[in-house]
């Protein structure tokens, strides 16, 4: 998927009422600018709209035909508006928007803008304190409440996904792109692996689970995520090693203990993301509020 | 006290008895065995008598699809229909049928726990299994409308061969764990229709897995209805409940019990022994024991078998007696596993009973008892393996 053609001065020509703009980054298939106005500032996600159409959504439904670009951030704009935790970034002002710009069909849409650094850059300065660990795991267990809350799966928590605000510390999930809803129409062809393969689920993988999946796949990412920032490692794969290789671990394999690399850690916060790797569903936690109150037994001192 | 009766014909004053001894915590009806009007009395007069008496009703809805059937009182139940193929439960407005009579039907009776209509499955991928699903996922949302009803157990009944099948249990695990509910009321048939029933190590070690996984790990209340002493195994991995009765047909499940009888000789008196974890036969097998000077190593020591240290051959062991002992052993036996903290420590506790009982099988058998190969350490044996083997998957 190639990236849009657009600068910050075709931004302020397409929406005049922009104060400032930045010059944007490029991440996966959008780039990204910082803009503000007035005293709001906010981030806006441009990217190309498609020709394909995606099934189920046609007129007779009542629905616009969308392109699968333009579906996804259709949902992702839903999914940011109707989550309500600090923990999930918020929608911005600016509505998801069709227009071309520069002779190419763009779609553009605002969400808050998040100073901090996102997580898999912390943890290249080393891994998390205990208790940074259990408020990681605090915050992005009340990200996936608010998802499941209205039926839907990040499918994509990992490192870069998560940002840490500066100021308060909090840590918000970033990037509903690929949010799957499971009583809702495919985005995704069948056997499309979705989600960055190092943090997928056994059940991301397996597609004849697909339609069962529900928040436990997003809290064994989770607990891939935890397991990063409190060893510093990945529990399933080395750098060096083909992703592949990567998936068959989360499939067949038994990390090593986290306490193997970071002895002082509490024997609770260990049992917590064992638990969380459990490669059944049914092995993991049954509600968020039971992690929830797994984390807040985690002694910190 | 978290074990149950599970009621059935001819119940006379046992249930009672084994409240006020403290053996029991509640019962599991079965309207089978009793008219509707003199179930409901049951209930009022057990709730009056003891207060905090759990009662459930096993609709006993899968008594539907069994044909020929021997339902007994079922059809004056107005929930209850016969016989019921499997297009009968294609339709949603029929499960929504089926649901909604059976739970308005308990929601009379005022219980403190609701209990779902099913139908037994034998395989968790065949298409009953499918039918128990939507009628477990009905039941919740039928429950969900009604006005401040108890909390709900959905049930399921399965063929014991289900069991075998552990990627598939796994999958159906999956499912059942995601589902917003209080609890489980779970029955598994026997194939084996002897007493007590021949059960294979890997049905056993699932089972254990279902129970683990649904009570300990997903904090769901389950309740395992006709377990005999074999619940002890299913209390050390969390499960809140199990119940047993006093005829053989009430200790473990077999489809016999719903059909019609082909006829048979009366049950031969039993003795159930705390340390052999097993109901002896009064003759030859206690009477074996005594005349080898062994009693002291399989009396249970409870309030009834006082008459056992003579000679057991002439002692006065009436079924109600046999009964009220049994309820007290099993009692004894899950008190005694309830007294440790962790499921691991349980799990130690339940594998030390185990040994000793087996080893107690091979002190008596060297004395020259005879047991039969249902009364001997045969199934403890299988339990011992089934437990090893079910720690090592789950890494307790």
């Keep these: 998927m190639k990236l849009p053609l657009v600068s910050s001065d075709d931004l302020k020509n397409v929406i005049p009422a922009l104060t400032t703009i930045d010059a944007p980054t490029a991440g996966g298939q959008k780039l990204v600018f910082r803009c503000t106005m007035g005293e709001m500032c906010f981030a806006l996600k441009v990217m190309l709209a498609g020709d394909a159409v995606v099934g189920g959504e046609t007129e007779e439904d009542g629905e616009d035909i969308l392109d699968e670009v333009t579906a996804r951030a259709k949902r992702e704009v839903a999914i940011i508006s109707a989550c309500e935790t600090p923990h999930v970034v918020k929608a911005g002002p600016i509505p998801l928007t069709a227009a071309e710009i520069n002779g190419q069909k763009t779609i553009y849409f605002s969400e808050e803008w998040i100073e901090g650094r996102d997580l898999s850059r912390i943890l290249q300065d080393g891994s998390l304190s205990i208790a940074d660990v259990v408020e990681l795991g605090r915050a992005m267990t009340l990200a996936i409440q608010a998802l499941w809350e209205v039926k839907k799966i990040h499918r994509d928590i990992k490192p870069g996904n998560i940002m840490r605000r500066d100021g308060a510390g909090h840590f918000v999930l970033l990037d509903m792109g690929i949010a799957f809803d499971p009583l809702d129409v495919s985005l995704t062809a069948a056997g499309v692996v979705i989600g960055t393969m190092i943090y997928v689920s056994p059940e991301q993988v397996e597609y004849a689970k697909k339609r069962q999946m529900d928040f436990r796949s997003d809290c064994f990412s989770l607990g891939m995520v935890m397991y990063e920032a409190v060893t510093g490692r990945h529990p399933f794969w080395v750098p060096g090693m083909l992703s592949q290789q990567a998936v068959g671990n989360i499939l067949m394999s038994n990390p090593e203990r986290p306490r193997t690399y970071r002895p002082e850690m509490p024997a609770e916060l260990e049992r917590i993301i064992l638990r969380l790797l459990g490669k059944q569903p049914h092995l993991r936690y049954r509600t968020c509020e039971d992690l929830l109150a797994a984390l807040g037994e985690v002694p910190l001192t | ?396």
């Excluded at chain 2, 179930?39 to 699809?65: H, I, K, N, R």
């Excluded at chain 2, 009436?318 to 007294?339: G, K, N, Q, R």
């Design chain 2, 1 to 396: 006290m978290p074990v149950y009766a599970q009621h059935g014909y001819g119940k006379t004053d046992k249930v009672e008895l084994g409240l006020q001894q403290g053996s029991l915590g509640g019962v599991i009806l079965s309207p089978r065995d009793e008219k509707p009007t003199k179930l409901a009395a049951f209930v009022e007069d057990l709730q009056t008598a003891f207060e905090g008496v759990t009662v459930l009703f096993d609709p006993q809805f899968y008594a539907s699809t069994i044909s020929p059937v021997k339902d007994g009182n079922l059809p004056e139940y107005p929930y209850y229909q016969s016989v019921l193929t499997r297009a009968r439960f294609v339709s949603p407005a029929d499960l929504q049928q089926y649901v909604g009579q059976t739970l308005n039907y308990e929601m009379t009776l005022g219980l403190d726990r609701l209990v779902s209509p099913t139908i037994m499955f034998s395989d968790f991928s065949d298409p009953w299994s499918q039918i128990a699903l939507s009628l477990a996922q009905q039941s919740i949302a039928t429950h969900g409308q009604l006005a401040d009803p108890p909390p709900l157990l959905l049930s399921l009944v399965m063929d014991e061969t289900a069991l075998r099948n552990g990627d598939a249990l796994n999958e159906f695990l999956d499912i059942i764990t995601a589902w917003d509910v209080e609890g489980f009321y779970i029955v598994v048939r026997r194939t084996d229709r002897g007493y007590p029933a021949y059960c294979e190590e890997i049905v056993l070690r699932n089972q254990m897995y279902l129970a683990y996984v649904l009570a300990e790990m997903n904090n769901f209340e389950v309740v395992f209805g006709y377990t005999d002493v074999l619940g002890v195994l299913l209390h050390a991995v969390g499960v809140a409940a199990t119940g047993t009765g006093w005829h053989n047909s009430l200790r473990q499940f077999s489809l016999s019990r719903f059909q019609p009888s082909t006829g048979g000789s009366p049950p031969r008196p039993r003795y159930t022994s705390q340390t052999l974890l097993n109901s002896i036969l009064v003759v030859p097998e206690l009477a074996g024991i005594q005349t080898v000077g062994q009693m002291g190593n399989v009396l249970s020591g409870t309030a009834y078998d006082g008459v056992m240290v003579g000679n057991p051959a002439n002692a006065t062991w009436p079924p109600a007696t046999s009964c009220l002992h049994h309820w007290e052993v099993v009692s004894d036996l899950v008190e005694d596993i309830a007294s440790y903290a962790t499921v691991s420590e349980k799990l130690d506790r339940v594998d030390e009973l185990i040994v000793q009982g087996v080893a107690t099988y091979g002190l008596l058998r060297n004395a020259g008892v005879v047991f039969e190969p249902s009364t001997g350490s045969r199934d403890l044996e299988v339990w011992l393996r089934s437990l090893r083997a079910f720690r090592q998957n789950v890494g307790l």
